[in-house]
């Protein structure tokens, strides 16, 4: 009896040391206020915003320690509506990521499924987009670089390298899966980021190969709400500096968008007038900056200005975009703040032979003219 209570008191130990390799992790952010915009379509409007600043999503994050320095991960993220709950894309649950992979403490990871490509990783950081403070309505026009996010890539490898002195970089590939059609509907990118004390520099690069096409189950599909702009070839690259000084940080990212034979462009649900059919190559030139007055309040600010070029069978252009954002947040706690911001956006140039160019700030539909004011106050809480 004595040597079964002993032997029954080791399994459980070692059941709990286990069950303490590996661990599930439930997180998100929530992210709801009201935004007050002069010009959709012609029509000023008051609108119930989810995720002005930030995405509204939740996530499941899991690592079991194999030994030896390796461990199995996955990541399920879902983006959603927090007005209706409905999913951010179509009735697909899983919309932001969904992988699994192993990784080395010394070697990196490596990851299989849908997942966020270079650009994200490593030089929206230093954006005011993908900062988190500035995010949705700052970003650059209708998102064209994907700083802000708005899409993942799905049949993705990736590779993303271990921490080595602040050194970080990778690489991701993401199939078309369509047989005899290995280019249709695929995309690549690489990236790599360096952090020394207050200074941080990246680059990234990312192409998408006909994203306009009708393989849905490519990489990136406007078809199926994946994505916003949908183009036969969309390539872009850039790179970024940010700086700290005790409470501020000052920052500045440029990055070239091509977009060859657009399909569409989508922006708040609404089409971007007078470019489909186009070629539209952009440069972003974006100067940012945060304060800190206190640890509680903090101040971040950025403008951006983006030259087009217009080219093709639609005629020529120079459209211009500049957008200016300035926000104020308040942290109520470790988890939960107050924000308020506003957004400024003045459009001017021909968009080929469809006429004059709109403003157009990011999650609102396009204005009738080339002016564009946008102001929101909200609620975010991160778990």
């Known amino acids: 009896m004595k040597r079964t209570l002993i ?24 992210d709801a206020g009201l935004v007050y915009s002069n010009n959709q379509g012609g029509h000023s409007n008051w609108q119930q915003g989810s995720g002005s600043v930030s995405n509204t ?20 993220e879902s983006g959603f509506n927090l007005n209706n709950g409905q999913f951010s ?24 499924g849908r997942q966020y490509d270079s650009v994200v990783d490593y030089l929206a950081p230093l954006s005011e987009a993908g900062a988190g403070y500035g995010n949705n ?3 650059h026009p209708f998102d064209n670089d994907n700083l802000d996010n708005s899409f993942s890539i799905k049949n993705a490898v ?15 590939y993401g199939f078309s899966n369509s047989a005899g059609q290995f280019s249709n509907n695929r995309a690549w990118s690489a990236g790599a980021s360096y952090d020394n004390g207050p200074l941080s ?23 199926d709400g994946t994505a916003q702009i949908a183009a036969n070839l969309q390539r872009t690259y850039g790179a970024g500096i940010n700086y700290t000084y005790g409470p501020a940080t000052a920052g500045f990212v440029y990055t070239h968008t091509q977009l060859d034979g657009i399909t569409g462009i989508d922006v708040g649900g609404a089409t971007l007038p007078g ?109």
């Open 158 to 172: 990736k590779y993303t390298s271990a921490n080595y002195a602040g050194l970080k970089f990778g690489g991701l």
């Open 137 to 139: 309505l700052a970003a």
């Open 275 to 383: 470019i489909a059919g186009t070629n539209l190559h952009m440069d972003n030139y974006e100067v940012n900056g945060r304060y800190a007055l206190t640890p509680a309040m903090s101040l971040a600010a950025s403008y951006t200005f983006t030259d087009g070029k217009v080219s093709g069978s639609n005629g020529s252009g120079d459209p211009k975009w500049h957008t200016v954002s300035l926000q104020g947040d308040y942290s109520l706690s470790k988890r939960t703040d107050v924000y308020v911001e506003g957004v400024y956006q003045h459009a001017s140039g021909e968009l080929g032979n469809f006429g004059s160019n709109v403003a157009a700030i990011n999650t609102l539909a396009p204005s009738s003219t080339g002016n564009q004011v946008a102001a929101a106050v909200g609620l975010r809480h991160r778990f």
């Open 89 to 112: 894309e179509g009735n697909t649950l899983f919309n932001r990521q969904a992988f699994v992979g192993l990784k080395s403490d010394q070697y990196g990871t490596l990851t299989l």
């Open 7 to 30: 032997a029954a008191g080791l399994m459980g130990a070692f059941a709990l040391n286990a069950h303490a390799q590996s661990s599930v992790t439930l997180y998100g952010t929530l």
């Open 57 to 76: 999503y939740f996530g499941l994050r899991g690592s079991e320690d194999l030994g030896g320095g390796l461990h199995a991960i996955f990541t399920l």
């Open 201 to 223: 520099v990246a680059a990234a690069y990312l192409q998408l190969n006909k994203s306009g096409s009708s393989n849905l189950g490519g990489a990136v599909s406007q078809g």
